[in-house]
């Protein structure tokens, strides 16, 4: 429930940006077609998480999954990564399909429908990966490297940080 409600928080934000710097395109938001688009983004978004990893996420600790409980599929690095990739590699696929299509969409001074609906789908699937972020953002020193173990989360310091 808090990712949902952290996903719809999210949504309104990319709606109040695309008011500030892409009015036209609010328009043209078409519910059914956001949530059509997060089922073709998700893949799209899993990538780009994926090749941010280590060997570009073509390491044997990498898993690509899909967690039918949850609805969602995954990728998911088992190594220790510094706190600072792993909050990069979880923000990534936000500023990617999210913020930098609205700003195209300002800077170019164009409004495709399917842009801006891909935008707030992925926008909508992005709040796990914020609440990750912030919470290490909040919890891990910024010289510790970060482990996943399963679905939890561990962190460590170390005397060199890993890239």
Same mark, same amino acid.
């Given at each position: ?6 996903? +719809? =928080? ?5 709606? +109040?940006? /695309? +008011? ?24 799209? &978004? ?5 090749? !941010?990893?280590?060997?570009? $996420? ?6 690509? $999954?899909?967690?039918?409980? /949850?609805?969602?599929?995954?990728? &998911? ?8 990739? &792993?909050? %990069?590699?979880?923000?990534? *696929? ?9 700003? =195209? ?9 399917? !842009? ?16 990750? %972020?912030?919470? =290490?953002?909040?919890?891990? *020193? ?9 679905? &939890? ?11």
């Amino acid at each position: 429930m808090l990712a949902l409600a952290i996903g +719809l =928080l999210i949504v309104g934000l990319l709606v +109040l940006l /695309m +008011l500030a710097v892409a009015p036209a395109s609010l328009p043209r938001v078409s519910w059914p077609l956001v949530i059509l688009f997060v089922i073709l983004v998700t893949p799209f &978004h899993e990538l780009i998480h994926t090749i !941010l990893q280590p060997s570009f $996420g073509l390491s044997d600790r990498t898993t690509l $999954g899909l967690c039918v409980t /949850m609805m969602g599929v995954y990728t &998911h690095y088992e190594g220790a990564i510094s706190r600072n990739r &792993h909050i %990069a590699i979880g923000l990534a *696929p936000f500023v990617a399909l999210s913020i930098a299509p609205v700003l =195209l969409m300002a800077a170019c001074e164009i409004d495709p429908p399917l !842009l801006t609906n891909a935008a707030i789908a992925n926008g909508l699937g992005c709040s796990a990966d914020i609440i990750g %972020a912030t919470l =290490l953002l909040l919890q891990a *020193p910024p010289a510790s490297e970060i482990r996943n173990k399963g679905w &939890h989360t561990y962190w460590r310091m170390t005397a060199q940080p890993r890239p």
